[in-house]
């Protein structure tokens, strides 16, 4: 297996990685990295959510940026405010021994003030979701015409959130751009669109085998009850992994805030993630989860794109999702980093053949666990 430095990554980035306790680089970054880094190219590559994405288009975008060059010289899309600080702060990490290199991470819920302020600061690599980024570009907060690089991280969950003409609009405003680098766990028609309207036909491909496009590091299983069950089926579960943290996964805000007030009784820590939350309260909860304050978050599919918490050790899911895609995304939420995790789903005996379709659809295989009584 190869080193990040036999991939051809420079030796102080390489010594950022050590400091981090990244030593062996994964599938992805094995395959994208050398292909990033030695020429101008188009990409297309699709890898589950924890497979160390960042770091296979972040280290070559890195190592092409000028320091000397006070301007932006690369983009980097991605789908939630969470995920670009996150981003924003492996590059920052990433770089701790190199020359500086200036990221600013941008984003929807925040005050745009601040954000227009910070990029007069120079800036070489802007980390945005797409509704800002294009609020700020009309407002001249930023120039976007010395952009060599667009990356489209986790595009499938921009789409999913209803950014597809933002970033259509995005694309046309960099068309100097030699390198276009998209990323995705899924491959939805819009995304195909996507990409036979801005990339290249002949943009490098690297696809894992459709077995591989769930984590192989989650243990996929089924618990059967009847619907009413459910609640007492889960608080057995959360007891017996009273160390652990994890996400628990509704389809409905409804669903989700009885859920929680059902937790709260029985004295979890605990608390609800839906769309309708202000971006100060979606923070808050946030914070609580990330300090351990609170052990598990009942979220809805849209309000959880994008969450990176390192060591979830499980995924439940409450109500099974409606698409394979989802559950790919719920799933991913754990094992991340390398680590094992648990996606387990709560069902009837009637919902036992979607998770039939999951298995074909995904290349994954659930076992059937007892009920503790």
């Not at 995920?83 to 925040?110: M, P, R, S, W």
């Not at 600061?121 to 907060?141: C, E």
Request: glycine content about 6%; overall charge positive; some cysteine.
């Amino acid at each position: 297996m190869a080193t990040f430095k036999e991939l051809g990554v420079h030796k102080n980035l390489c010594k950022g990685l050590t400091d981090l306790g990244i030593t062996t680089p994964t599938t992805i970054q094995q395959e994208v990295i050398p292909v990033l880094l030695h020429q101008t190219i188009h990409l297309v590559g699709q890898a589950p959510t924890g497979t160390g994405k960042t770091a296979a288009f972040g280290l070559p975008l890195l190592q092409q940026i000028n320091p000397a060059k006070a301007h932006v010289q690369a983009l980097v899309l991605c789908p939630t405010r969470e995920l670009g600080q996150q981003i924003a702060k492996q590059f920052f990490k990433f770089t701790k021994y190199t020359d500086k290199i200036f990221t600013e991470a941008v984003f929807g819920g925040a005050q745009i003030e601040k954000q227009m302020q910070a990029l007069k600061r120079p800036t070489h690599i802007v980390v945005a979701t797409p509704g800002r980024l294009i609020d700020l570009v009309r407002r001249k907060a930023v120039s976007l015409q010395h952009v060599q690089t667009i990356v489209l991280d986790e595009a499938d969950e921009m789409l999913s959130m209803g950014f597809k003409k933002s970033l259509e609009t995005i694309l046309e405003w960099v068309p100097q751009a030699e390198n276009k680098w998209l990323f995705s766990a899924t491959m939805p028609s819009g995304i195909r669109q996507i990409i036979s309207h801005y990339l290249s036909p002949n943009a490098h491909k690297v696809v894992l085998a459709p077995g591989k496009v769930v984590n192989k590091n989650i243990v996929h299983q089924y618990v059967v009850c009847k619907e009413y069950e459910k609640t007492e089926v889960l608080l057995q579960f959360l007891k017996r992994r009273k160390q652990d943290r994890g996400i628990i996964f509704c389809k409905t805000k409804e669903a989700t805030q009885k859920l929680a007030q059902q937790l709260h009784a029985g004295s979890f820590a605990v608390a609800a993630l839906q769309g309708d939350l202000k971006q100060k309260e979606r923070d808050k909860i946030m914070r609580g989860f990330k300090n351990e304050r609170l052990q598990f978050i009942i979220a809805t599919d849209l309000a959880a794109r994008g969450i990176d918490v390192h060591d979830l050790r499980f995924v439940v899911h409450y109500q099974l999702p409606a698409t394979d895609e989802y559950y790919t995304h719920r799933s991913g939420r754990t094992a991340r980093a390398g680590k094992d995790g648990l996606s387990i789903c709560l069902v009837t005996t009637s919902e036992i053949k979607q998770l039939r379709y999951f298995e074909r659809t995904l290349g994954i295989s659930f076992s059937q666990v007892p009920r503790i009584r």
